[in-house]
Nanobody, 115 residues
Framework: QVQLVESGGGLVQAGGSLRLSCAAS????????MGWYRQAPGKQRELVAD???????RYADSAKGRFTITRDNAKNTVYLQMNSLKPEDRAVYYC?????????WGQGTQVTVSS
């Protein structure tokens, strides 16, 4: 079992920035992708950005040009740098990792953007 510990959420004014971090409790084998999803009140969970092994980074249209996903393999950590935040970015953000035969989710971290 792998635990994902997220941090970095909080309250920020529109136009501000936050950096989310997601650390895995141990090294991950047969990893295929790491990413971030979000769920706003009354809406379905949606992909924000992910990194696939050997593939390109993917971003939701709403995140392109503002968010950047990176990973540090040595620390088993994935980051989401969010700039130019908007009130509509308000949501619970979840870290996700998936590989051959498994998928794990973090507990979620709240991001609130005030106008």
């Amino acid at each position: 079992q792998v635990q994902l510990v997220e941090s970095g959420g909080g309250l920020v004014q529109a136009g501000g920035s936050l950096r989310l971090s997601c650390a895995a409790s141990r090294s991950i084998y047969s990893l295929r992708a790491m990413g971030w999803y979000r769920q706003a009140p009354g809406k379905q969970r949606e992909l924000v950005a992910d990194i696939t092994l050997g593939g390109p980074k993917r971003y939701a249209d709403s995140a392109k040009g503002r968010f950047t996903i990176t990973r540090d393999n040595a620390k088993n950590t994935v980051y989401l740098q969010m700039n130019s935040l908007k009130p509509e970015d308000r949501a619970v953000y979840y870290c996700n990792i998936r590989g051959i035969g498994y998928e794990y989710w973090g507990q979620g971290t709240q991001v609130t953007v005030s106008s």
